[in-house]
T-cell receptor
């Protein structure tokens, strides 16, 4: 089993719709969680950190479920520019390494 | 200010040749990371530097891979006797410092070096 698993997609979503995807992690000791965004043939960029209580940044909402060991990303009122691959990232408290999921590809269609 | 830069942006080499990839982190960032990403795959962690020191080299795929960092700044990743399976995008990232669960360890990525081994 991979340490961080994501549905590779692609998720094809019409513009303006709401889309959500999850990421599961295997190590219950994981302490820090992030969503990164990667555009085609570009480097990853931090989208948002994920806090225990859940957090929102504009149209983006991130949630953490420690009991079930998953994090989620919800995008409301999706824009064409949201088309990208969304990478789930997990960090262990005692380990400098970030463990990366393979990403979920999102395609927003007009 | 300037972000993370990497050179070359593209490198095509023949199997068996050595290559050297360079990373210039954001000024003042003490932590530096090397990853590689194959087409359609997630990031594979290779090595991390805190200052000039690499505490754990176990992520390097083989002994053909080595990395160094000098002056707490520029890092080079060297691949000796390249093989076709080494073809990937090699990404470098830096963070202000290494800290657990802190925003100061947000990683900022360079544009990557696309390595193709023929």
């Amino acid at each position: 089993r991979k340490e961080v698993e994501q549905d590779p997609g692609p998720f094809n979503v019409p513009e303006g719709a709401t889309v959500a995807f999850n990421c599961t992690y295997s190590n219950s000791a994981s302490q820090s969680f992030f969503w990164y965004r990667q555009d085609c043939r570009k480097e990853p960029k931090l989208l948002m950190s994920v806090y225990s209580s859940g957090n929102e940044d504009g149209r983006f909402t991130a949630q953490l479920n420690r009991a079930s060991q998953y994090i989620s990303l919800l995008i409301r009122d999706s824009k064409l520019s949201d088309s990208a691959t969304y990478l789930c990232v997990v960090k262990l408290d005692s380990n400098y390494q970030l463990i990366w999921g393979a990403g979920t590809k999102l395609i927003i269609k007009p | 200010g300037a972000g993370v830069s990497q050179s070359p942006s593209n490198k095509v080499t023949e199997k068996g040749k050595d290559v050297e990839l360079r990373c210039d982190p954001i000024s003042g960032h003490t932590a530096l990371y090397w990853y590689r990403q194959s087409l359609g795959q997630g990031l594979e962690f290779l090595i991390y530097f805190q200052g000039n020191s690499a505490p754990d080299k176990s992520g390097l795929p083989s002994d053909r891979f080595s990395a160094e960092r000098t002056g707490g700044s520029v890092s080079t990743l060297t691949i000796q006797r390249t093989q076709q399976e080494d073809s990937a995008v090699y990404l470098c990232a830096s963070s202000l410092k290494f800290a657990t669960g802190s925003s100061t360890d947000t990683q900022y990525f360079g544009p990557g070096t696309r390595l193709t081994v023929l």
